[in-house]
């Protein structure tokens, strides 16, 4: 064949032999995770935005209500807490819908797949972002709102430094404390699966990914209500997104930080659903790595 | 090694063949030009060859099997697809940070280069910067590249001629240096004609015509016939005729110069021209290369 005919004298093929330049898989991952950073600045702007709303809610109540001073701090720093983390995990869910599925929109993928970087790669770093990247966010954003609040109400004229505001400071690091393992367990790990069934269909999806992650379920339900009178999907819903029961505790005090503490770790990491729903996770995200690599622009 | 070596390639989608048993083989240091009607399975075919679509057949790129080893080859390899890919809420500098955070052999400070010959900022996004500007920014990512292989899927679709010329003078100038490879696709067939070395020709999904530049120059002459002496050109079996302004323009392969300058104005044909013809005669009489 004429291609291979005249090729070039001396075209050295010897000279094109370098070093085999390699890129540690850790840095890609480093710079697959920024890349997701820089595209959703929501990650990071949400949760943000949310911590001012809290704190702006939390002066404006100081200045009016003097009375509410002395009372203990918790109440607020809760639920702050609780706005950001909250935050945090609506952010997840629509970020995980269109993790895989805007790249395919907009036609990026033939960019990002003409790079070294593998389906695993991508998808683990896509997959990184709600797990991990996100509750580390919210974790530090909420300590950060938590700490201004308990400065803001201890150097606020008038109110001294009042018994309450001492008691909540001493209690401040183990606040924190259970907010991490909180949002470590719950919202990274026990939230696994959720995470791993949106990416998944955000792989798959060939228009509207939104639809296709909320219906099956809501299908599934009414299917099994029909069909059997029962509600088992519902009840295994329901447990997942509200977490694990602490059934052997006697938190009920409607105290939410201890409620979301209530499970050791021990308990916590016995709790067969926990290793059920990694293990669903795990399946899913192989699913969406191997669909990516199938995957073309839409 | 080839660069590229298929054998039997094929690939459907449904019922629908795109490619059919395609073989090929492409040396280094070549710069292809694949060319084309809309929907011949030109883009099935190179995106087979990048590891983006799953193929039967044999496939080797660069020693590799592109679909179990995309990412491995895309350390050696580079494509630019059809139209604009570049993220379109990317910077520039993110682009620049991220090639290079990724990708082994990219050259930061060659890109930057680049990028200073342009009116591109490093602040910009792309969806601020216009079409050809984006073209100028993907080829300056691209050219930063260390790869063997280059594989450029309509580069320019879309792009003014001033921007088409710009950027197949700038490949020519600042990369190819003889150890790359260079497969191109595009309409603009006349923009390239220079440019390649070698050029294929492929249609419902087969290649039907393969020749290097040289043996294609060398072979293929086209003559605007007297009008008086139109009996005695055909006489010598042109490939395809054509009216241009009332006067018959005779293709022939493999005809002496001496024996058609008798006839008429005696030219190099453009590729477009060979292109029209081969695909005229699709039965196949006009199949040219040395396979």
């Known amino acids: 064949m004429s291609t291979s005919s005249n090729t070039v004298p001396g075209s050295p093929l010897e000279s094109q032999v370098t070093a085999p330049a390699v890129i540690a898989a850790s840095r890609r991952m480093y710079w697959s995770v920024r890349r997701e950073l820089w595209e959703h600045r929501s990650i990071y702007i949400a949760p943000l935005a949310a911590a001012a709303v809290s704190l702006l809610a939390f002066l404006t109540g100081l200045t009016l209500s003097p009375a509410h001073r002395h009372e203990p701090l918790d109440i607020p720093y809760e639920f702050a807490a609780a706005l950001i983390m909250g935050t945090g995990f609506i952010v997840g869910i629509f970020y995980s819908l269109d993790a895989l599925y805007g790249e395919r929109r907009d036609r990026s993928i033939l960019f990002w797949k003409s790079l070294p970087v593998s389906d695993l790669t991508t998808v683990l770093s896509k997959f990184a972002i709600p797990l991990v990247i996100l509750p580390l966010l919210s974790f530090a954003i909420a300590v950060v709102t938590q700490f201004v609040m308990l400065l803001s109400s201890a ?26 393992y909180h949002i470590l367990t719950v919202h990274g790990l026990w939230y696994a ?10 792989a798959w ?14 299908v599934i339900w009414g299917v099994e209500k029909i069909a059997f009178r029962t509600s088992h999907f519902l009840g295994m819903l329901q447990y997942r997104l509200t977490g694990p029961e602490p059934s052997t505790t006697t938190a009920r005090s409607g105290n939410l930080m201890e409620m979301m503490s209530a499970l050791t770790p021990v308990q916590f990491f016995s709790t067969p659903g926990l290793w059920v729903g990694l293990a669903v996770a795990a399946i899913f995200l192989a699913a969406a790595v191997r669909l990516r690599r199938y995957r073309e622009p839409i | 090694m080839a660069c590229i070596e298929a054998r039997g390639l094929r690939k459907a989608f449904g019922t629908m063949i795109a490619v059919d048993g395609i073989n090929l083989r492409v040396e280094e240091g070549r710069i292809l030009g694949l060319i084309g009607p809309n929907g011949a399975g030109k883009t099935t075919a190179l995106n087979a060859i990048l590891g983006l679509t799953p193929y039967q057949g044999e496939l080797k790129v660069l020693g590799r099997d592109p679909w179990t080893g995309r990412d491995q080859l895309m350390r050696d390899a580079c494509f630019i697809a059809d139209v604009a890919v570049l993220p379109r809420w990317m910077r520039v500098w993110q682009a620049l940070d991220y090639s290079a955070g990724v990708h082994p052999r990219f050259d930061r400070a060659k890109a930057e280069g680049f990028l200073a010959k342009t009116t591109i900022r490093l602040a910009s996004k792309v969806r601020e910067l216009s079409k050809g500007m984006v073209a100028q920014l993907h080829l300056a990512l691209v050219m930063a590249i260390d790869a063997k292989l280059l594989v450029l899927d309509e580069p320019t679709l879309g792009l003014d001629i001033l921007y088409r010329k710009q950027f197949y003078d700038s490949l020519l100038n600042d990369y190819f240096d003889r150890s790359r490879t260079i497969v191109v696709t595009t309409h603009q067939v006349e923009e390239i004609q220079d440019v390649l070395t070698d050029v294929m020709f492929i249609n419902r999904g087969r290649i039907v015509f393969d020749c290097s530049m040289e043996e294609f120059e060398s072979r293929y002459l086209e003559v605007m016939v007297n009008p008086e002496q139109i009996a005695a050109a055909r006489a010598l079996k042109p490939i395809h005729e054509r009216q241009v302004f009332g006067r018959s323009i005779l293709l022939f392969d493999r005809v002496e110069r001496q024996q058609l300058a008798a006839l008429g104005d005696v030219r190099t044909p453009s590729i477009a021209d060979l292109f029209v013809a081969v695909l005229s005669n699709q039965s196949g009489a006009a199949q040219g290369g040395t396979r």
Do not use: D, E, K, Q
Request: zero cysteines.
């Open chain 1, 155 to 180: 150097v606020l004229p008038g109110s001294g430094l009042s018994v309450g505001t001492l008691g909540a400071r001493m209690s401040f690091f183990h606040m924190s404390l259970m907010l991490l």
């Open chain 1, 193 to 202: 699966p959720i995470y791993g069934w949106l990416l998944l269909v955000s």
């Open chain 1, 205 to 218: 999806a060939p228009r509207a990914p939104f639809i296709w992650a909320f219906l099956p379920p809501f």
